[in-house]
């Protein structure tokens, strides 16, 4: 019996358990969003290099349109990565739980209706960029239409996909 209780914790409240699991949830949920926004911003920064290197006036219009997205995906994931290592060392109370989730989930929805309207932007750009421009300049402007749709589409799927599996706001 003594050496029970010795080597037993004590009893934790059944919600206080199912707190600190929402709150390491929803951080490994974030850590996630970090590292798979690291993947594609990364190809997507490498191709955009590739193909500004890359002679035709269409590739190097679609190159260009992938380079800052690729950078500004790196820095925003750079970002998330570091708030998610500073909140490991100092986990979050419900209190502070429900609010980051809720926040996240907006922030994703947000995102979500601007890469709406950049999809409906490039769009515009890549099929009526040719009107009243030179032929090289009209294509290259082309380009930089379908890089930008092609990089909203992946976004509009990716900030949809993750905005549907916010941990805690479910």
């Known amino acids: ?86 909140r490991f060392r100092h986990p979050p109370s419900q209190r502070v739980t429900e609010p980051r989730a809720r926040s996240l989930c907006r922030l994703l929805w947000r995102f979500f209706l601007l890469d709406l309207l950049v999809l409906a932007g490039s769009l515009i750009l890549a099929l009526w960029s040719g009107s009243g421009l030179p032929a090289s300049s009209g294509v290259f402007w082309q380009g930089i239409g379908w890089g930008l749709f092609c990089q909203s589409l992946f976004f509009l799927y990716f900030t949809w996909f993750h905005a549907r599996r916010v941990p805690v706001t479910r």
Do not use: D
């Open 1 to 86: 019996m003594l050496l029970q209780a010795e080597n037993s914790e004590p009893p934790r409240a059944p919600h206080k358990r199912a707190l600190s699991q929402a709150a390491q949830q929803l951080e490994e949920f974030r850590q996630n969003l970090a590292i798979r926004l690291v993947l594609w911003s990364t190809l997507a920064t490498i191709a955009g290099v590739i193909l500004l290197l890359v002679l035709p006036s269409f590739a190097r219009g679609f190159g260009l349109a992938l380079l800052p997205s690729g950078l500004a995906g790196l820095i925003l994931a750079a970002r998330v990565s570091l708030s998610v290592r500073n």
